[in-house]
């Protein structure tokens, strides 16, 4: 089945570390752009498309009104096939009320993704958030009394100010509220945006403080009981997400919006980034990016995110069993140094194998050229 991602990039003010694409927020603008995306949804109408996710990423989602959602996700009902759907909407608890929560229930979101990134108020304000540690608890015990049974909340690693001690607190905070999955990404210091200065740098976590709190946050959540079940995700059992776990596993998905990226009929292709254009455009204008893509590099490199891991026989296929056999010889070498686990008929990362991710998918990758 296919994944459909809307993009809403509006935002009342850019968090100084992000460089996803996003506009201030405008009442007029975001109207245009909600009549946009309900034209784009009609267009799939022909396609014969069967979707059970639906996500809504941003930008700042919760800046569209209940109204907004429902008329958006009415236009999806009307015009794709929709099969027992998760659907997702970010927010951020700065523009979260219960009365928008319950709206947002009522017009058919089921999963929540909360931005809190931390429970340590210093920190927040570090990261330009709108929102404090009260807040952010408020807004998720407001989405469980507005009927949501499952609730993501983000959480930052690395962060200026912050160690062992202040992580755990953080971690024992967020996993005390009725959540349901956890999102947690170490910071990342992007090109272009407020934090890309020396100023910034030297005052976050250098990579061994990163590996240590990566480490102990791992432990810390399986203690309370939440699967490790993608590099930067945790969750309780039958929680996954359903839509991110689509990009891991190269399903299809249709992205909507200004910036937003689509894999389907085996071509990738993105909406450029311009709001302008595509609200005044009928149908947005995709670029094509890639076609005859290399799926067994993909394959590799996302399978690796995944505590399911790479299966052999599912590597053979896409690159041939010597492929997949050398890949394997050389995989039993670095189960010895402790970075990956053998189950079933597959390979995946441990904790401090998923540390070393890129550099182990390249020492991987190398041993296809070996076969070639």
């Not at 993105?270 to 067994?296: G, W």
Request: glycine content about 8%; proline content about 2%.
């Amino acid at each position: 089945m296919t994944g459909l991602y809307i993009h809403v990039p509006f935002c009342i003010r850019k968090c100084p570390y992000c460089d996803f694409y996003s506009k201030p927020y405008s009442a007029e603008l975001t109207e245009l752009y909600v009549n946009a995306v309900c034209r784009n949804v009609a267009a799939l109408k022909g396609l014969d498309i069967t979707a059970d996710t639906v996500y809504f990423g941003g930008g700042t989602p919760s800046l569209l009104t209940a109204e907004q959602v429902y008329d958006i996700l009415d236009s999806v009902q009307k015009n794709v096939h929709l099969h027992t759907p998760e659907i997702t909407l970010e927010g951020n608890p700065s523009s979260l009320t219960y009365e928008k929560l319950a709206g947002y229930r009522a017009a058919g979101v089921n999963r929540l993704s909360v931005g809190v990134q931390s429970a340590d108020n210093s920190q927040l304000r570090f990261l330009g958030r709108l929102h404090d540690a009260d807040k952010a608890y408020a807004a998720v015990y407001a989405a469980q009394r507005a009927g949501f049974e499952n609730i993501s909340c983000d959480l930052m690693l690395g962060l200026a100010g912050q160690d062992i001690a202040s992580l755990t607190a953080s971690i024992e905070r967020l996993t005390d509220l009725p959540i349901t999955h956890l999102s947690a990404y170490m910071l990342k210091i992007e090109q272009g945006t407020a934090f890309d200065c020396e100023a910034v740098r030297g005052r976050v976590a250098d990579d061994d403080l990163m590996s240590e709190l990566y480490l102990t946050m791992c432990a810390q959540l399986a203690d309370k009981g939440f699967e490790h079940y993608e590099i930067s995700n945790f969750a309780k059992q039958g929680y996954r997400s359903r839509h991110n776990m689509k990009y891991w596993q190269l399903e299809k998905y249709i992205g909507i919006g200004p910036s937003a990226h689509s894999d389907f009929h085996e071509k990738r292709t993105a909406c450029p980034a311009d709001i302008q254009a595509f609200v005044a455009a009928d149908v947005q204008k995709n670029v094509l990016i890639e076609e005859n893509i290399d799926r067994f590099e993909e394959y590799l490199m996302l399978a690796l995110r995944l505590s399911d891991g790479v299966d052999f026989d599912e590597l053979a296929r896409r690159g041939g069993r010597d492929t997949a056999e050398s890949i394997f010889a050389e995989a039993r070498q670095l189960e010895k140094h402790g970075l990956l686990k053998f189950h079933g008929g597959g390979f995946s990362l441990t904790d401090d194998g998923f540390l070393l991710s890129n550099s182990i998918i390249v020492h991987l990758l190398d041993c296809r050229k070996c076969t070639k």
